[in-house]
């Protein structure tokens, strides 16, 4: 018996699912002057005691610890995707994500629900603007195309994080694989290699 091809969403089903939620995008704005000040006192703090690394680690692990906690969330949660659109404006950190995006998901918390990841990045898509919606953009088509093999939400969605911030080089650079057809397994070996390389 001959397996079907699989269905994927049209890009007008895409652009409804990725669609802008205004109120959430005004509660998260609201919420960053705050959630920069605490980010510039933490990083303040591991400068002057030299723990730039432990500083690094701790953003990843409260960014995981959010996604860990988004099976749990009911409701939108503005102040606490406002603490993650910071930590996310970290090479480092997105780095990580983008390693776990390209599979491996065992650096998750343990009990963390499947894909819970690539719901806390469409759930930023919705409410964030510029360069941080370039970032979270390029982290759910990088988990859609690798875990899914969607290439046509994948484009339209490097299409948004291009336009959004023209010089995001990994939307840019997987924009263009995606285009090109690169299969989602080589898509997920270059990410792996390239942070192996750091």
Not at 77 to 88: E, M, N, S, T
Not at 116 to 126: E, G, N, P, W
Not at 134 to 156: C, E, G, K
Request: charged share 25%.
């Amino acid at each position: 018996m001959t397996t079907p091809p699989p269905v994927f969403p049209s890009r007008r089903a895409t652009r409804r699912t990725f669609s802008k939620d205004r109120w959430l995008t005004n509660r998260v704005a609201d919420a960053l002057p705050d959630a920069e000040a605490k980010h510039a006192e933490r990083l303040a703090a591991a400068l002057r005691g030299d723990r730039a690394e432990r500083h690094h680690n701790t953003e990843l692990h409260a960014v995981l610890t959010y996604i860990e906690r988004m099976s749990a969330l009911w409701q939108s949660d503005p102040i606490g995707l406002a603490d993650v659109v910071v930590r996310l404006r970290c090479d480092r950190v997105r780095d990580e994500l983008y390693e776990i995006a390209a599979g491996r998901t065992d650096r998750l918390h343990p009990g963390t629900v499947e894909h819970a990841d690539s719901v806390l990045y469409s759930t930023l898509t919705a409410a964030t603007t510029g360069t941080d919606y370039a970032h979270a953009t390029t982290l759910v088509a990088l988990t859609i195309y690798v875990r899914h093999d969607d290439a046509n939400t994948a484009s339209y969605l490097l299409e948004r994080a291009c336009a959004a911030d023209p010089q995001h080089r990994v939307a840019q650079t997987l924009r263009v694989a995606v285009a090109q057809g690169l299969p989602a397994t080589d898509v997920a070996a270059a990410f792996l290699r390239n942070h192996l390389q750091h």
